[in-house]
């Protein structure tokens, strides 16, 4: 065998050798490029199932319902051209028929929304709304003008909530006798909408502008009437709702 044969084999195999590898590393990126599109698309699916699902029902409208499954049927239609066995299978077939038949009624259970716990949920709930239907816009799955209507009235609930959640503890502390907690309540609220400038509703405005009139005035009136009394419950009241006040960043939109 010649050394220039013996060359060439070599080579060859060499060749053969880094051909293997390069076509194994892209055998390899393609199966983990698949899984991680199959672990995004189930992520988002479930994400959109669980917004679907949770979201009290006095923010889930047929509409709302009914954009939902079609963004979620859409996911598990993308999930399963990846992978054909997934579990999803079965969920698709149930999007389907509800988005065919009557079943994209709404029928979500209302919330009481009345203490922060709550209203921060609710929040996180609207805001997690928000971005599934950003990403369905990104994916094309809705249009421009779906995306800016639906996301001015999620921004318009978001609002909502908080300021019903300062009235509920407002009143709450009203009904308890004590005015200066909800005085405090009341300028929470009056300063989350000032922030909001041109776009901070002026009739929501002016509403809790004349509740905290009203409640400066009951304080007052509290003070003159027992004056050792008032004084000691208004500073318990700015220490325990210190806490709470720091916390109003929670609700910047």
Known sequence: MSTTLIVALVVG???IVIAIGFFSQAVERARL???????????RWNHCNGINAALPGQFMSPDLKKL???????????????????????RLAKVREQLAGAGASAGNPEMNISDETAAQKVRQQLGELLRVLELARQDG???????????????????????????????AAMQAGKPRVAKLQYERAVAYLSKQGANAPADQLAVFRHLLIQAEQAAAQMERAAPGTALSEGVQALEEDDQAWRKKALYDD
């Open 13 to 15: 195999g060499l060749a």
């Open 33 to 43: 490029e698949k899984a991680r599109a199959v672990a995004e698309l189930h992520a």
């Open 68 to 90: 939902l499954l079609t963004v979620e049927a859409a996911l598990l239609e993308r999930l399963l051209s990846h992978d054909p066995r997934h579990e999803a299978a079965g």
């Open 141 to 171: 799955l809705i249009d421009d003008g779906t995306l800016l209507r639906w996301s001015q009235k999620i921004r318009r609930q978001r609002t909502e909530v908080t300021l019903n959640m300062l009235r509920a503890l407002a009143e």
